[in-house]
């Protein structure tokens, strides 16, 4: 029972995931799949409950109930095997500021056991595509907070793992900036890299194959952001997303 | 600024962990240097070679044991196992008859008593020594036939009169943790606001620089404070440490000494720019010093006279001798004028260095 | 084992890259030792000694040469008042008052023994015994030539020879630069390898790390191999200098040391990352290591001699690592100890480590 299982190529699997703290339920009963190769949008104001969830997919933290399942392996008992398919980046930023950027490369890299030689060449080729390729012997805490956003990014995929979590990846970042950023997360899609992301912008939502939104650690929608849009009758998805935070407020007053 | 120092309070006591050492470390350290901790050498282990053991060897071995300074008392085969024995490490100090011992005392060739110590502990060993000879010497005059005494001297232990060791531990307890707390816990926690970008937060906002660090500081001198008088309270009624001077002054003396410990760690933050550089400067301005050139511990008299001339701008040297004379020795301003006054300028000196630092930063 | 280089190979980048560690790798055990084995010394010598001389005779002015001629002895203050002496006690002037009552050379030569009263500042209690000690031993000698004057025949006695061995001159330094060296180790041990995990909690980065595949062990092999290496670099540094600058002889096996200093490493390694894993800032952090630090090393034996602790102190310091390696230093570097007299230390020690790697281990979670 502990080999891998896919159920109709959903590479996530969360059933009434339940995540406690004390009395404060941080996640009430979420159920989602997310699709191989699939852009996932996971939403919420701050403080609904994004970063537990996310944090519980990737093993940083256990579950209180419900049945979850990641490329496959269960997260209560497999989270080393999950591990090594998935890449992650935290809403903290996280590469070592007082190493360059290969450095940092090379340690994520070699972590994660690549052949140092396969490490250089996937490192010149994120940084070719970014046009940065002279910054690499650039110490990070020397370079512009977008640079470093990207290159986070990059880190965090540059194992090619099957899932990439992203919790926030453009927060505090220019408008330009987090274009440039989603162009890279479907060139990431399209090499076949599931990407679950979590964002608090609206619009960024209408980037997404699929969006799940959290209000108050529950997941009030789920769906395409087209068939979200109908079903809301919203303009944009931003609309969307006030009108569920509205009638949620008015359930809690009843 | 009531609501800022509220907010510095809220900061400090919910981390437990910090104030259960804060005021944990302050006690466990009075507690340890109260009764474990001492000088004194007790129940050292000395080895004996009595090759022929007789009558007055046995007398002057157990007059030896009796002493309470030794114990052990195994007897060895011969010389050659004195050195294993202390490579061994146990045995300190082997004492040596020699054979006909009796026979020569009363034939009058006055035999001989070798102490061997083991001098790797030359303070030990000296000691062990000087313990040794006493109670030979006492023996010697109990045979009667050792001349009296011409001089006697009587010694009278001023201040201390039995020695103990908490008299000279509690100043300097006192004074370390006045430092640690004051100057080391302040230095990191702006530091570690300049780290985490909050400092920067606060200096745009209406807030005077000035209230910013008073805000800052204002728990910790209360902190110190309450420290302070908690070691005095617990050497005073479990180990009889008195306050024989002006309580009033001690404390007034304590305020200044913290108000200097502050302006030092405002300074140390001024010239640190994160949290492992102001703990690292605390620990080589504000630690080693305080524990090693102030007299806390070992005597400042007997250092070379480059390390005197340093120990001069060390604050807690000045600070030690203070709460000694007040306490131990219940001298009033009067012997210590001068101490107070190098104190209340070294102050000066600390705060006008920061404001000068943290004017240029903000330019 | 490559995971773990890549781990070692990242914090030796870090370690040196910062500007503020070389000099402290180095610096530090330069003044350590200067300071410290200058500093740190009960040899007492120049003793201040206020004389008050109310007989003014041959007798007393013959005692009284005793001590001017002594080296211990600086004579700061001389009257008949004896009150003055007193204030100046007071004051922290002088050490040590002597007093001479009228009458003294009266009793002297009439065989009635002579009282001459000394006062000694006993704040710092041992210091006190000490110049006390030395006192009475010149008021002795003074004794024994007016009684070699005055009786014809030798008395019938036990005589006192004594040896100091392994330190003949009594140098405390030779006793202190073993202990400093430990000193030192032991503060790079606990500080910079403990506070290194603590530092990646508190800026996010093991956040980054706890979500690959790595190992608990490796990384926490990858994390404390350096700093066992440089502590280890440090050792050897110091007892470089304390050879060539305090020539200091190395009577024992100095590959034995560093085989003691690998095993005592581990341990306040350990120590240091277990206390990173129960804390979650360096602040904390290095309170918590500072509290144990300054337990351990006053309990230690560095400073005071351990051997007249209270019975349970002596218990609670089988706890204490520091200890161990002092007693073994000391008894290596000046008495040339070899393996079999610090096979049980040594045991003790290799347990210990491994108890408390162990509980570090099981202590770190990459899960919150």
Not at chain 2, 209 to 231: C, Q, R
Not at chain 3, 10 to 26: A, C, D, G, S, Y
Not at chain 3, 83 to 97: A, D, F, T, V, W
Not at chain 3, 297 to 324: C, D, K, R
């Amino acid at each position: 029972m502990y080999e891998a299982k896919e159920n109709n190529g959903n590479v996530i699997e969360a059933v009434d995931l339940v995540k406690r703290f004390g009395n404060f339920v941080a996640n009430d009963r979420l159920t989602f799949s997310v699709q191989r190769g699939e852009i996932f949008g996971f939403l919420g104001a701050n403080g609904a409950g994004k970063t537990t969830a996310i944090r519980i997919l990737c093993g940083l933290s256990k579950p209180t109930s419900g049945q979850i399942r990641v490329a496959g392996y269960d997260v209560y008992t497999r989270t080393e095997k999950i591990k090594q398919r998935i890449g992650y980046m935290s809403q903290r930023f996280s590469l070592y500021e007082d190493l360059t950027v290969w450095e940092n490369f090379r340690f994520f890299g070699g972590i994660y056991r690549m052949k140092s030689a396969l490490i250089r060449e996937r490192a010149d080729q994120m940084l070719g595509r970014l046009g940065i390729l002279e910054l690499s012997d650039a110490v990070i805490a020397s370079l512009p907070p977008g640079i470093r956003q990207k290159l986070a990014f990059s880190v965090a995929i540059l194992h090619k793992p099957e899932i990439v979590f992203l919790d926030e990846p453009t927060g505090g970042v220019d408008p330009v900036t987090r274009r440039q950023f989603w162009e890279m997360i479907y060139e990431a899609a399209a090499t076949g890299i599931t990407v679950f992301v979590t964002t608090h912008y609206m619009d960024e939502a209408e980037y997404c194959n699929r969006v799940s939104i959290m209000v108050d650690g529950k997941i009030e929608a789920l769906d395409t952001p087209e068939q979200l849009k109908k079903t809301y009758n919203a303009g944009s998805m931003n609309d969307v997303f006030l009108k569920l935070a509205r009638r949620n407020e008015e359930q809690m007053k009843e | 600024m009531k609501r800022f120092i509220i907010k510095e309070f809220l900061h400090i006591f919910r981390d437990v962990r910090s104030m259960l050492i804060l005021f944990g470390m302050p006690l466990v350290q009075v507690l340890l240097f109260g009764f474990a901790i001492t000088n004194e050498i007790r129940d050292a282990r000395v080895a004996v070679v009595d090759a022929v053991p007789d009558v007055v060897t046995k007398d002057l071995r157990n007059k030896l044991f009796a002493s309470g300074y030794f114990t052990g008392g195994d007897i060895l085969a011969g010389q050659h196992e004195i050195d294993e024995r202390f490579r061994q490490g146990d045995v300190k100090m082997v004492v040596v008859f020699e054979p006909e011992f009796a026979q020569k005392l009363e034939r009058g060739e006055n035999p001989v008593v070798q102490l061997i110590a083991d001098a790797s502990d030359p303070n030990a060993a000296k000691l062990l020594v000087n313990y040794a000879t006493g109670i030979i010497n006492g023996y010697n005059r109990s045979l009667g036939t050792y001349p009296p005494q011409a001089v006697i001297a009587e010694p009278r232990m001023m201040y201390n009169p039995s020695l103990k060791g908490v008299y000279m531990f509690v100043p300097g307890i006192i004074t370390i943790l006045l430092m640690l707390v004051s100057a080391m816990m302040t230095s990191i926690s702006i530091a570690r606001e300049k780290e985490a970008g909050t400092m920067e937060v606060l200096l745009v906002s209406p807030l005077k620089p000035i209230s910013i660090i008073l805000g800052k500081v204002t728990p910790y001198v209360v902190l110190s404070f309450i420290n302070a008088v908690s070691i005095l309270l617990m050497s005073y009624y479990v180990f009889g440490v008195p306050v024989k001077g002006s309580l009033l002054l001690l404390l007034a003396e304590s305020i200044l000494f913290i108000l200097l410990a502050l302006s030092l760690g405002i300074f140390i933050s001024t010239v640190a720019n994160n949290q492992q550089t102001a703990m690292m400067l605390s620990m080589f301005a504000l630690m080693l010093p305080t524990i090693l050139l102030s007299g806390f511990i070992f005597p400042i008299e007997n250092m070379p006279a480059v390390l005197q001339w340093i120990s001069l701008l060390m604050p807690p040297r000045w600070f030690i001798f203070i709460i000694k004379s007040i306490m131990l020795k219940g001298a009033g301003l009067t012997y210590f004028w001068k101490e107070t006054l190098i104190l209340t300028a070294m102050t000066g000196v600390f705060i006008l260095a920061s404001i000068r630092k943290f004017k240029i930063r903000l330019d | 084992m490559r995971t773990i280089f890549y781990i070692m190979q990242k914090e030796f980048i870090q370690v040196f890259r910062n500007r503020m560690m070389l000099p402290v790798i180095f610096l530090m055990p330069l003044v350590q030792l200067l300071i410290l084995s200058y500093a740190v010394t009960f040899e007492i010598k120049n003793i201040r000694l206020y004389i008050t001389d109310n007989d003014n005779s041959v007798a007393s002015r013959a005692l009284l040469e005793h001590f001017r001629s002594s080296d211990f002895y600086h004579i700061s203050g001389e009257s008949a008042d004896a009150l003055h002496g007193l204030e100046e006690l007071k004051e922290g002037e002088i050490h040590q008052q002597l007093v001479i009552l009228p009458g003294f050379e009266k009793q002297v030569v009439s065989g009635s023994p002579a009282r001459v009263q000394v006062l000694t500042d006993a704040i710092n209690g041992s210091a006190a015994a000490l110049m006390n000690a030395y006192t009475l031993s010149v008021i002795e000698s003074y004794n024994r030539e007016v009684l070699s004057h005055m009786q014809g025949f030798p008395p019938k006695m036990v005589q006192v020879s004594w040896r100091y061995w392994f330190n003949p001159a009594l140098d405390y330094k030779t006793y202190m630069i073993p202990g400093i060296l430990v000193l030192l180790v032991t503060l790079i041990g606990m500080f910079l390898a403990g506070m290194n995990v603590v530092r990646e909690k508190e800026i996010g980065t093991i956040e980054q790390i706890n979500v690959t595949p790595i190992r608990k062990v490796q990384f926490i092999a990858g994390k404390l191999l350096p700093f066992w290496i440089i502590a280890l670099a440090e050792l050897a540094f110091g007892l470089a200098l304390s050879v060539l600058l305090f020539n200091i002889p190395i009577v024992g096996n100095i590959f034995l040391i560093f085989l003691v200093a690998s095993v005592y490493l581990v341990v306040v390694m350990g120590l240091g990352l277990f206390i990173s894993t129960i804390t979650n800032t360096q602040q904390q952090s290095m309170f918590l290591s500072w509290f144990f630090l300054v337990i351990f090393i006053l309990m230690s034996g560095l400073f005071t001699p351990v051997e007249s602790m209270p019975h349970w102190a002596l218990q609670l310091n089988t706890l204490n690592p520091i200890a161990y390696f002092i007693r073994i230093m000391r008894m290596i570097m000046l008495k040339g100890s070899g393996f079999q007299d610090i096979v049980k230390p040594m045991l003790y020690l290799s347990a210990y480590g491994i108890t408390i790697l162990s509980l570090a281990v099981w202590r770190y979670r990459k899960t919150s």
